[in-house]
């Protein structure tokens, strides 16, 4: 029975391990792709397997990023690829990125149609010009792993689900003698005439297509390998190379663009034709890899070795159950479907970037084998190191362990010797400021991760804090601060900076060394060489060590703030809260400060060039929508309030994530909004990761059952929880009394049952000594 349970796990690839609880729920009901792929939350809703490689989508305009060589400003609203108000869908790409601000891929799209061959995609309104198709909403289902629509220019019935490397594609045809599948490998997102370097695919019979494109975008260099396994056999194939093409050298002799199999170019569209009968299904296994058509073909029969899709959208299902399983609530249904919907953007990135056998293209570009850990990429960790690597710790820890052994392998292919900055497909595109994986690592190593080698991680911390050509660390270790006219926003690096100090800090100090922690810490404290006394703010500061001027808190531009300003930047100083508290007047005047801050207007004049700013996602002066501030409204528990925490983040929950396409008020960035709202759904935030705690907020669920991988269960408990009940009133831990407005991580993982009394009034009283507060390096 033991051997049989291995076969049958093992047998699905992207199944980690069999949760027995999962098989009894079907908590995929609860989610809902769709939300958040409307205007900003920048997710897709199309099919994948959790943390896979092929996120097939999809994508509803081929926006180029430039217009008459000037940025298109539309562009933006398609990271994803998709907009759910939109008409009309170009295809379906194989992947995506998952709520970025930013984007990349959009490789190998498919389109199914039906009458003369079209290799022009067409324009959004007008699909008559072009292979794409009009949609109707009402046709469109989507589920973890599943993904349908009824393509009416062509009467195409579109079905998806992949696995972790294969995109599994069903199209029901009308009765034709003229049904096409279009594969358009000049299709891309944030494409630019000139992003495909090159394209290459191969027919090597009539049922098989591999070929592979490299593309110069977000990631700069990009290889990927694909092969193709349809249904039955192609009738007749062609292409067409949409671009001048100097010398054709002797491949004049042949007519490359009907039947040729071997088709090349930088601009390349094929077709592959079929008779099909009324209702007929053509399948498409469409399987990736980094490596090689080879290592494709391989992740291809391992994976999907049959073309039964709904066995496969089955166990596709399954595993998004699986996973969704580790954290079980009773709520609302509405409550249920945000939370789960955000446990499943949590679980989207980072990806598996690898091939079955362990091989992956590494940062060197050539191939390395994986020894002992599953290599991931997609790492966004200005956004990520704050909530959604922490939750990976905290329920996924086998997968956290295995991303920071790719971090570390990084850091050794790396020529710059660094761990990644924001990586993604083999590349490091060095996006937004600091050098977070360090938290990330010390994060998981001062709460107990042992899945990797500390000396070695200790090692690249240092070295990317040290590495004196990135983003102004050579000035920062000179003045103890960035100048301005080092960076233009060198007061938010050096914030960021003095935070990942303190992280390293304290894994020296769970390892022993002491000189280190020591030198690090004192680097952490680097915040105060930016603190204004005189007007209470963070402010930029040149090398002569004079105020930059003139100074206005809530300016965001080239004020020395990056996606923000002073006023939410100087509330920055995770690690030392109560230093920051003091520095600002004491508790009391830092309450009356966060309190300003959520009741205060900010005119649009402050926001209105920032792409990633809406007033949907501000609340007062706090910005919601974008990730600097997410900690804040925790922070009134270091001013020995916490039933204003408790306030704020009930208002936060009701109002910024909604169950609707546009329910999200910024972009998800790759889980890290989402895991925001399961964490303070719980009840507690890692408002400082590394150091061990978790700052208590207010649950808002009735319960909730965390199921550690350890084999342990954290119980969560607020029976009378409710819109009007949303104060503590007591808690308790394991049945005693709990008078601590914090947790420790090392609690939650030994398991045990935390349980809120809410109440309609503000308890004052509890948690508000001096030693009830969350520790900070001052104290």
């Known amino acids: ?41 920048h997710t897709f809703p199309g099919a994948c397997a959790p943390f896979g490689m092929v996120q097939l989508s999809p994508d509803t305009d081929s926006i180029l990023f430039s217009t008459n060589g000037k940025y298109n400003k539309e562009v933006y609203r398609y990271c994803a690829g998709y907009q759910y108000t939109d008409k009309s869908i170009v295809g379906f790409s194989h992947t ?27 324009t959004i309104d007008n699909t008559k010009n072009g292979y794409r198709s009009m949609y109707r909403k009402e046709t469109e289902k989507a589920e973890p792993g599943y993904y349908r629509v009824e393509l009416d220019d062509y009467k195409i019935k579109a079905e998806l689900t992949a696995t972790q490397r294969v995109g599994f594609h069903q199209y029901t045809f009308p009765k034709t003698d003229k049904a096409h599948i279009i594969l358009d490998l000049n299709h891309g997102i944030y494409n630019y005439d000139g992003k495909v370097l090159w394209s290459s695919l191969r027919v090597e019979n009539d049922t098989l297509v591999t070929g592979y494109r490299i593309t110069r975008g977000w990631a700069r260099t990009n290889y990927l390998y694909f092969a193709i396994s349809f249904s039955k056999p192609i009738k007749n194939y062609g292409c067409k190379n949409d671009e001048k093409v100097i010398y054709n050298g002797f491949w004049r002799k042949f007519d490359e663009t009907k039947n040729f199999p071997e088709m090349a170019g930088k601009a390349l569209t094929a077709n592959f034709d079929f008779s099909t009968e009324e209702n007929e299904q053509v399948k498409i296994k469409f399987a990736l890899s980094a490596v090689s058509t080879e290592g494709a073909l391989k992740n291809l029969k391992a994976e999907v070795p049959h073309f039964d899709f709904d066995r496969t959208r089955a166990e596709t299902k399954a595993a998004w159950n699986n996973e969704l399983s580790k954290i079980d609530v009773t709520a609302s249904n509405e409550k249920k479907t945000t939370l789960y919907t955000s446990l499943y953007h949590s679980f989207i990135s980072p990806v598996e970037y690898m091939d079955m056998d362990g091989k992956y293209r590494g940062l060197d570009h050539n191939i390395h084998q994986a020894e002992g850990f599953t290599n991931y990429t997609v790492f966004s960790l200005w956004d990520t190191y704050r909530a959604q690597h922490p939750l990976l710790s ?19 292919q790396s020529v710059h010797k660094v761990l990644p900055v924001w990586s993604h497909f083999g590349n490091e595109n060095w996006c937004m400021i600091g050098y977070h994986a360090v938290p990330v690592i010390a994060d998981a190593w001062v709460n107990g991760l042992r899945g990797f080698d500390p000396e070695k991680a200790l090692e690249a911390c240092i070295a990317s804090a040290n590495y004196k050509m990135y983003d102004g660390i050579g000035d920062y270790k000179k003045y103890n601060y960035v100048p301005h006219e080092t960076s233009r926003v060198g007061a938010s690096i050096t914030l960021e900076y003095a935070y990942d100090d303190y992280t390293i800090a304290q894994l020296a100090k769970s390892m022993g060394k002491s000189d280190i922690e020591k030198e690090y810490m004192e680097r952490s404290e680097n915040w ?7 007007s209470g703010y963070i402010r930029a500061k040149t090398k002569a060590g004079e105020w930059v001027s003139p100074f206005d808190p809530l300016d965001t531009h080239a004020a020395g703030f990056i996606e923000g300003n002073s006023w939410n930047y100087s509330l920055y100083v995770p690690q030392n809260v109560s230093g920051l508290a003091s520095k600002m007047g004491g508790s009391e005047r ?5 309190d300003s801050l959520f009741t205060m207007h900010i005119p649009d004049k402050y926001f209105a060039h920032n792409e990633d700013i809406t007033r949907e996602g501000i609340m007062g002066g706090y910005v919601h929508g974008n990730e600097p501030s997410h900690h804040v409204a925790y922070m009134y528990n270091w001013a020995g309030k916490p039933w204003k925490t408790q306030e704020r983040i009930h208002e936060i929950i009701k109002t910024k994530y909604l169950n609707k396409p546009d329910g999200l008020c910024g972009n998800d960035d790759c889980g890290q909004m989402s895991a925001w709202y399961i964490f303070s759904s719980l009840g507690f935030y890692p408002v400082c990761p590394g150091s061990g705690q978790y700052v208590i907020g207010a649950p808002s669920v009735q319960e909730a059952r965390i199921n550690l991988e350890n084999g342990k269960t954290f119980i969560i408990k607020a029976p009378n929880y409710s819109d009007k009940h949303i104060y503590i009133k007591s808690v308790t831990l394991n049945g005693k009394v709990w008078n601590k407005s914090y947790i420790n991580h090392a609690d939650i993982v030994k398991g045990g049952e935390l349980i809120f009394k809410m109440s309609k009034q503000p308890n004052k009283k509890w948690a508000t000594e001096s030693d009830s507060k969350p520790k900070s390096t001052s104290d």
């Open 1 to 41: 029975m033991k051997a049989l349970t291995f076969f049958l796990t093992a047998s699905l690839g992207f199944l980690s391990y069999t949760n027995l609880n999962a098989q009894n729920k079907n908590l995929t009901q609860y989610v809902d792709p769709f939300i958040g792929t409307q205007e900003m939350g």
């Open 96 to 122: 995506h990125l998952s709520g970025t601000g930013h984007s990349d891929l959009g490789d190998f799209l498919i389109m199914p149609t039906v009458g003369k061959v079209q290799y022009n995609p067409g």
């Open 394 to 412: 905290l329920i996924q820890p086998k997968r956290s362990s295995d991303m920071i052994n790719s971090m570390l392998a990084h850091y050794e």
């Open 528 to 534: 105060r060489n930016l603190f204004d006394d005189k």
């Open 590 to 594: 830092f309450s009356e400060h966060l």
